[in-house]
């Protein structure tokens, strides 16, 4: 039995984990936590779960022993907080938080050589195999194909462009030898000139409640080629939660991402 606690369980995203993985038969929660008014509220409630008999708590410290990994989505400075503490517990964490600063990779990647993490932008099995599509889509059709990153969010997101955006601008910008910081054009504006070759163009949407569209544009001389990923509910990227947290529990110390969790990894 993989024992399992929630970070942000009461959350958009924590509390379709948290019923994600009450239907697992291998899996059991252990705990939630929150840094709000919801400390101390049942976990099943936010969930659509009714009383389930397990109480969100304010402090990690309090719960951490009784679970084998730690589930995360949440913000990026408690999440760092969390992952120290996972460390010096010897846990094992599933990270879906998003928004972090080059600083805080710089340690996540230093913790993470101490517990086996899973670390992924977006859990969605689609969006990864799109990943790994849009790579091999850059070379095959080559440098003259201009690419544009379109994404799409609820107006509640707090980080532009998306986790997700930016993964796969990372993954075409190593595909074509590019270096994402000095090609990477976030939104444009005014008399700018004409689009550079290098350019890899990255627009973020905010509106109502959309779960989370992503669309990559390669567009030729003559034709366009879009590969469209919509998620209808974020139960989708619960699901992808799961069999990140069946890798990450038999994983070997490290960092690691959804394309380990899949076997896609080149």
Not at 8 to 15: D, E, W
Not at 127 to 141: E, H, R, T
Not at 179 to 194: A, T
Request: proline residues 2%.
């Amino acid at each position: 039995m993989i024992k399992v606690i929630v970070s942000g369980a009461c959350g958009r995203m924590g509390s379709r984990v948290v019923a994600a993985v009450h239907k697992q038969e291998n899996m059991e929660l252990m705990g939630g936590l929150e840094a709000d008014v919801n400390v101390g509220r049942d976990i099943g409630e936010a969930a659509g779960l009714g009383n389930i008999g397990i109480k969100v708590s304010g402090d990690l410290e309090e719960i951490v022993d009784r679970a084998d990994v730690l589930v995360e989505f949440t913000d990026p400075e408690a999440s760092l907080g969390h992952l120290r503490d996972v460390v010096k517990h010897n846990k094992a964490m599933v990270l879906g938080t998003t928004g972090f600063s080059e600083g805080q990779m710089r340690e996540i990647k230093e913790l993470t050589k101490n517990i086996p993490c899973v670390m992924a932008p977006n859990m969605s099995v689609g969006i990864n195999v799109l990943l790994k599509v849009v790579a091999d889509l850059a070379k095959w059709l080559g440098d003259e194909y201009d690419i544009e990153i379109v994404e799409t969010h609820h107006r509640f997101k707090k980080d532009a462009p998306s986790g997700t955006a930016k993964r796969i601008a990372q993954v075409l910008a190593s595909a074509y030898g590019r270096d994402l910081g000095e090609v990477g054009v976030y939104g444009r504006q005014g008399m700018i000139g004409e689009r550079s070759r290098d350019e890899i163009g990255i627009l973020a949407i905010r509106a109502g409640d959309t779960v989370g569209d992503h669309t990559v544009i390669f567009g030729g001389i003559g034709e366009r080629l879009e590969i469209t990923h919509r998620a209808h509910s974020r139960d989708t990227f619960a699901y992808g939660a799961i069999r990140a947290i069946r890798f990450v529990t038999s994983a070997r110390k490290g960092l690691y991402d959804m394309q380990d969790v899949l076997g896609i990894k080149e």
